[in-house]
């Protein structure tokens, strides 16, 4: 069992940073992909981002290529997604899963393990 913790969101205005954090209760495997998505109010969760915890080999969706990053702290069993540029449709609940297996999934459905999620609002 896989226990995620996202910390880090918050109330920014559009064209500010922000840097998310998920924590993870036990050490990620080497066949271990962890990815962000997020869910705005009324829509549908959507696919963020994943990261390969081998490799950090990151995938990103084309809506957040160029602005978001993922990286991964391996002695912290830490991800991270660095939110630049925010704008105020990157608002939403953001939420780090984690599934075995190295290939890139976007369904929500194909990711076992879930955090609680954290909210990130950004202002016009």
């Known amino acids: 069992q896989v226990r995620l913790v996202e910390s880090g969101g918050g109330l920014v205005q559009a064209g500010d940073s922000l840097r998310l954090s998920c924590a993870a209760s036990v050490r990620t495997d080497i066949n271990y992909r962890m990815a962000w998505f997020r869910q705005a109010p009324g829509k549908e969760r959507d696919f963020v981002g994943s990261?390969?915890?081998?490799?950090?080999?990151?995938y990103y969706a084309e809506s957040t290529k160029g602005r978001f990053t993922i990286s991964r702290d391996n002695a912290n069993n830490t991800m991270y997604l660095q939110m630049n540029n925010l704008k105020p449709e990157d608002t939403a609940v953001y939420y780090c899963?984690?599934?075995?297996?190295?290939?890139?999934?976007?369904?929500?459905?194909?990711?076992?393990?879930w955090g609680q999620g954290t909210q990130v609002t950004v202002s016009s």
């Open positions: 899963a984690a599934r075995s297996g190295p290939f890139v999934r976007t369904t929500k459905d194909a990711y076992p393990y």
């Open positions: 990261i390969r915890w081998s490799t950090s080999v990151t």
